[in-house]
């Protein structure tokens, strides 16, 4: 099944860092031990179903959909330590669903979190009931190769120019139209200063060449598999081409598939309304 919806004309609306950051100091904090290494991971919400929340990339924690998704489930959200390589994170978060979910859960991943999500799937599909991937993709080869080309870079380059020039790409990215782009900036810049340094970037970075250089999936790779899979995408969204968008879509013949009239990486930043009612649709 395919659905659309079209960009928006009203004002954007962004959560304040102060308002996530209330929400955040009322999270519960717990520890599973996986192979040698402590991984945290945050807990939300009272309801019977189990919600494991994959976030993005630069440290983007997803905690306004956090927030919204625990009013109707149990979320668990792990934390990426620096460092740690995709089947560790896969591992980890296998044995945080043995402590915290008696059957198969709901991943919801953005971004990164949905490249994430597509190999904790084929690690332990038991584990996993259904799966809502928001703009995000297949493995891509070239990206791989480019990742691990900057990796060594980016160690050695002065940070806070670096991040001066890395940062007006995510004001695009996440900006639909110029009238935006001052409270989209703002909004990022806080996230910069707060919650992103060099070690998260190399980190970040470690990932995404481990997922596009060393990953490679078939739709075989998931007979037998019962579950369902939402997608969602942008029309335009310029991180992820149309061609791998595509790829996405064909890996995953059965899903449903909610594509946003927009050129954002993130319509939950720009439609939010009707992004969370979509995944809310999705796994209710």
């Given at each position: 099944?395919?659905?659309?919806?079209?960009?928006?004309?009203?004002?954007?609306?962004?959560?304040?860092?102060?308002?996530?950051?209330?929400?955040?100091?009322?999270?519960?904090?717990?520890?599973?031990?996986?192979?040698?290494?402590?991984?945290?991971?945050?807990?939300?919400?009272?309801?019977?179903?189990?919600?494991?929340?994959?976030?993005?990339?630069?440290?983007?924690?997803?905690?306004?959909?956090?927030?919204?998704?625990?009013?109707?489930?149990?979320?668990?959200?792990?934390?990426?330590?620096?460092?740690?390589?995709?089947?560790?994170?896969?591992?980890?978060?296998?044995?945080?669903?043995?402590?915290?979910?008696?059957?198969?859960?709901?991943?919801?991943?953005?971004?990164?979190?949905?490249?994430?999500?597509?190999?904790?799937?084929?690690?332990?599909?038991?584990?996993?009931?259904?799966?809502?991937?928001?703009?995000?993709?297949?493995?891509?080869?070239?990206?791989?190769?480019?990742?691990?080309?900057?990796?060594?870079?980016?160690?050695?380059?002065?940070?806070?120019?670096?991040?001066?020039?890395?940062?007006?790409?995510?004001?695009?990215?996440?900006?639909?139209?110029?009238?935006?782009?001052?409270?989209?900036?703002?909004?990022?810049?806080?996230?910069?200063?707060?919650?992103?340094?060099?070690?998260?970037?190399?980190?970040?970075?470690?990932?995404?060449?481990?997922?596009?250089?060393?990953?490679?999936?078939?739709?075989?790779?998931?007979?037998?598999?019962?579950?369902?899979?939402?997608?969602?995408?942008?029309?335009?969204?310029?991180?992820?081409?149309?061609?791998?968008?595509?790829?996405?879509?064909?890996?995953?013949?059965?899903?449903?598939?909610?594509?946003?009239?927009?050129?954002?990486?993130?319509?939950?930043?720009?439609?939010?309304?009707?992004?969370i009612s979509v995944i809310r649709g999705?796994?209710?």
């Open positions: 099944m395919i659905c659309d919806t079209q960009e928006p004309n009203e004002s954007l609306i962004l959560p304040t860092h102060a308002s996530l950051r209330l929400f955040e100091q009322s999270l519960k904090i717990r520890q599973v031990e996986h192979q040698g290494r402590i991984y945290s991971y945050e807990m939300s919400g009272e309801g019977d179903s189990v919600v494991l929340l994959l976030g993005g990339g630069f440290n983007f924690r997803p905690l306004r959909l956090f927030q919204a998704l625990a009013r109707d489930f149990r979320v668990v959200a792990p934390r990426y330590p620096a460092g740690a390589d995709i089947d560790k994170l896969v591992g980890a978060f296998d044995h945080i669903l043995i402590r915290e979910a008696r059957t198969a859960v709901k991943v919801v991943g953005p971004s990164l979190g949905g490249a994430l999500a597509q190999c904790l799937l084929r690690a332990y599909p038991d584990r996993v009931q259904a799966m809502v991937l928001s703009n995000t993709s297949t493995p891509i080869p070239l990206a791989g190769w480019a990742f691990r080309l900057v990796r060594p870079i980016l160690a050695l380059a002065p940070y806070r120019p670096l991040i001066a020039a890395i940062k007006p790409q995510f004001v695009r990215m996440f900006s639909p139209t110029w009238k935006h782009r001052g409270e989209v900036r703002e909004w990022i810049d806080e996230h910069f200063r707060h919650s992103f340094g060099r070690a998260d970037l190399l980190s970040l970075v470690r990932l995404a060449a481990d997922y596009h250089g060393t990953r490679r999936f078939l739709p075989g790779d998931l007979e037998g598999w019962k579950g369902e899979v939402l997608i969602i995408e942008s029309s335009e969204d310029t991180t992820i081409p149309a061609r791998y968008r595509d790829a996405l879509k064909l890996l995953y013949p059965r899903a449903t598939v909610h594509t946003f009239q927009s050129d954002v990486h993130s319509p939950s930043i720009t439609q939010w309304d009707q992004f999705f796994l209710l």
